[in-house]
Every structure is written in C-alpha cells, then in structure tokens.
C-alpha cells in the first residue's frame, strides 16, 4: 500500500472512530433534582421552608458528585432522640448487674476526676470480689452509682468530681463509659441494643425502678429529624452523629436512622486484649490515655475536625476555615455551642431553655440559626429571659460569665420566644 493510500484509510478509520463516539456519548447529564423533607408539622414558624431552601442551594452546588460532600452533623440526644440514650444503657446495667467493680475495690481508678469522697463512698456502699455488681438487688450500690452519675455527688451530697476543663469534659458522661471497662465492644452493643428494644417498646412518659429511684424508662426519635436526615443524606450531604455518650451505644442507636457506625462519633474507650479500659482515646493536643478531651461542647469541634474533616494535631483544637468545616449543625444543648458556632450554613437548634445556647441562637448575629421547640413534650415558655449579659457561659474553670460575641462584646439578656403554643 503506497504512502497516500495508507494516509486515506487512516484519516476515514479516523472519523469512522470519532462518528461512533460522538454517536455513543451520552446526553448531558441532567442536574440533581433535590429532594425536600416530607415532614411538615412539628416545624416551628418558616423553619422548613428554610431547611428546603438550604438543602437545594447545597444540593445544587456541591452534592452532585462532582465535588466534596457538604458535612452535616447532628447532636443525638435530645436532638435525634427524645431523651438520653447514656442513660438508658446505665439503667440497664444497673437492673441487669453489669457494671464490673474496679479492681481492690479502688473505684478512683473509674476516673481521674473522681473525687476521694466519691471513690470512699461507692466503695462502702458497693460490695468487692464479685463478678460483676448485683446492683439488680443491692439498692445501695445501685443509689451510689446512680447519684455519681446522674447528679454529680455521692448520695451524702460530697462532690463527685473535680479537677478538669468544664469546656473539654463531663465526667458524669464519661463515667458511663468508664464503667464500661472489662467488655467488649460487642457486649456492649448487646446490652445497648436490649435497652433499646425495652425502651422503644414502653409507653411514653413511662418510668422504670432503679435502686430505690423511679427514673425515666422510654425513648423515642423524632421523626421530623429521621427524615430530615433521610432528606439531607437523599441530597448528597456527608451526615455524621457527634454524641457525648459512649461510641458503641451511639451505634446501636444510630441506625435507626439511617446512619452506619463509620459515620457516629461518640466517646471512644482505648482497649487492651479485645476489652475496654477506663481510658479514652485522644483528640489534638490530649493523647490517649490522659482523659481530658471528650466528645463535648470545645471537645466536639476537635473530634470532629479531627475524624470528620481530617484535621490533625493541635490545629484540631481551633476553629478551621469556612471551606473546612461543617455547612449544618444542629443540637439541643449548651454541649454543642461549638461545633453549632462552627456551622457555615445552617444552625438548627431545639429549644431546652439552656443559657448559652439560647443566647447564641436567639441573639442570631449572622443569621444562620434557627430555633424549634422540642417535638416530644417541648419546653413551655421560659417565663424569666436568659442570662447572656451576667452568668450565661461557663468558663473552663467553672465560673459563670457573660455570653460574648466574637468581637468581645456582650450578648444582652434574650427573651424566649420560640415555644408550643398554650
């Protein structure tokens, strides 16, 4: 074949070649159409139209797959969930005699912060060389336990706990998963699981015998967020759990809304031999091991940088650039002021009548907040205003502060106003 003959045959393999691609590529593909919750009521005021209108610019712009996923991260309880899954598991294994006793009997190794008092106490109160404690049957111990943790005394009224960073930790939460220790991770999603079979399936406002108390014994979700969540995950949004109960509670619990256990984040046990410690894993400048950093309120915002947006060392401490952080937020409690503050785009929050909170959230400096009643037995109106301009923030030491904006002014005193009608 001469040079020319070759080079015609070439030329028309060519277009032959180039026809049939252009004949086979697709038609441009068609824009997301972004989906809007299907839940109205229980939506305070224009709330879900603003939830609609933020879910289709984010939709439109980022969750298409052609870019990075925008973060959404919610709160659990009392955000998710009506009530505290924390203290349903700890109901649980106080009824079900779970909860191992330290070794010797020495119960300031559950906790760093445990005060003297606290550790004498449970231990006169709480037997040694069993098991596990029969707390199903033993009130006492059962009234111990159950005081330290829910109300942060010994049932003598002695402090529990001291010593620690009000803005990085609650030893009270964290006790629960320091009693954890001794099982494994698997055990512990059983026993959560039973306590949320029992749980579910108690009438609302239902109570339950602990020791010699009558303590909350049901839990529901919200069904407004479950579809909220359904709503932002349908819409291409990353959606992650941040709760400061223990992890493996938080994963049982999680999936009843649609969110798998490698989107939860909740306090994290080390483990030795398969089996939890009474020690937590590490977040920025605090290493495993040295307990000052859990999943609450400045603790939040560095597990969540740290896991979610991948930021590494101290830098996981400091807020991050816009680009870099969460574009939703939403939470119940002052225990989630920072990661909410964090948000760039929407700040849900549900109204508990909690200072700092309600300070932020009604003062509304940059328009992103937006304000619900709870949608189980919401809050009745506060009837005095919150306190930003006097004692509304608690200060790492435990001194009650003005609420200030970022410029260093204070927030004026808020009214409630949003709340059920009468």
């Given at each position: 074949m001469n040079n020319r003959l070759r080079t015609s045959v070439a030329t028309a393999a060519l277009a032959l070649a180039t026809t049939g691609l252009a004949a086979a590529a697709p038609a441009e593909a068609k824009p997301r159409e972004c989906p809007t919750p299907t839940i109205s009521e229980g939506w305070y005021g224009d709330n879900r139209a603003r939830l609609d209108a933020f879910i289709a610019e984010h939709?439109?712009?980022?969750?298409?797959?052609?870019?990075?996923?925008?973060?959404?991260?919610?709160?659990?309880?009392?955000?998710?969930?009506?009530?505290?899954?924390?203290?349903?598991?700890?109901?649980?294994?106080?009824?079900?005699?779970?909860?191992?006793?330290?070794r010797d009997g020495d119960w300031s190794t559950t906790s760093r912060h445990l005060t003297p008092g606290a550790a004498?106490?449970?231990?006169?109160?709480?037997?040694?060389?069993?098991?596990?404690?029969?707390?199903?049957?033993?009130?006492?111990?059962?009234?111990?336990?159950?005081?330290v943790y829910g109300g942060g005394a010994t049932t003598g009224g002695e402090p529990a706990f001291d010593g620690f960073d009000r803005r990085r930790t609650e030893p009270q939460y964290a006790w629960l998963a320091q009693l954890l220790r001794g099982w494994t991770t698997r055990q512990v999603e059983s026993f959560a699981a039973a306590a949320r079979t029992e749980n579910l399936a108690a009438p609302q406002g239902a109570t339950q015998q602990v020791g010699t108390a009558r303590v909350t014994g049901w839990v529901r979700y919200y069904e407004q967020q479950r579809?909220?969540?359904?709503?932002l995950k349908a819409a291409g949004f990353d959606v992650w759990i941040v709760s400061a109960s223990p992890e493996p509670v938080v994963d049982v619990w999680a999936k009843g809304v649609g969110v798998?256990?490698?989107?939860?984040i909740g306090i994290r046990n080390t483990t030795e031999h398969g089996r939890l410690t009474a020690h937590f894993k590490g977040c920025g400048t605090v290493r495993d091991g040295e307990d000052e950093?859990?999943?609450?309120?400045?603790?939040?915002?560095?597990?969540?940088?740290?896991e979610i947006l991948g930021v590494r060392g101290p830098a996981a401490e400091r807020v991050q650039p816009a680009s870099r952080r969460q574009v939703f937020a939403a939470g119940d409690s002052d225990t989630d002021i920072s990661f909410l503050r964090d948000a760039t785009g929407l700040r849900l929050v549900l109204n508990r009548n909690k200072n700092e909170l309600m300070c932020r959230a009604y003062e509304n400096g940059d328009g992103r907040w937006i304000v619900n009643p709870m949608f189980i037995e919401p809050k009745k109106r506060k009837?005095?205003?919150?306190?930003?301009?006097?004692?509304?923030?608690?200060?790492?030491?435990?001194?009650p502060q003005p609420v200030r904006r970022p410029d260093g002014t204070v927030i004026p005193d808020q009214q409630d106003t949003v709340f059920p009608p009468s």
């Open positions: 939709c439109a712009d980022r969750g298409d797959g052609n870019g990075k996923k925008p973060v959404a991260v919610f709160d659990w309880d009392n955000t998710v969930i009506k009530n505290d899954v924390g203290d349903a598991t700890l109901y649980w294994l106080l009824r079900n005699d779970r909860i191992r006793p330290p004498a106490a449970l231990g006169d109160a709480c037997p040694t060389g069993v098991r596990t404690l029969p707390t199903s049957t033993d009130a006492r111990c059962a009234d111990e336990i159950l005081s579809d909220l969540i359904r709503t798998d256990p490698s989107h939860t950093m859990i999943t609450y309120i400045d603790g939040k915002r560095c597990w969540i940088n740290q009837a005095t205003p919150y306190p930003c301009a006097t004692t509304g923030y608690t200060a790492g030491d435990g001194t």
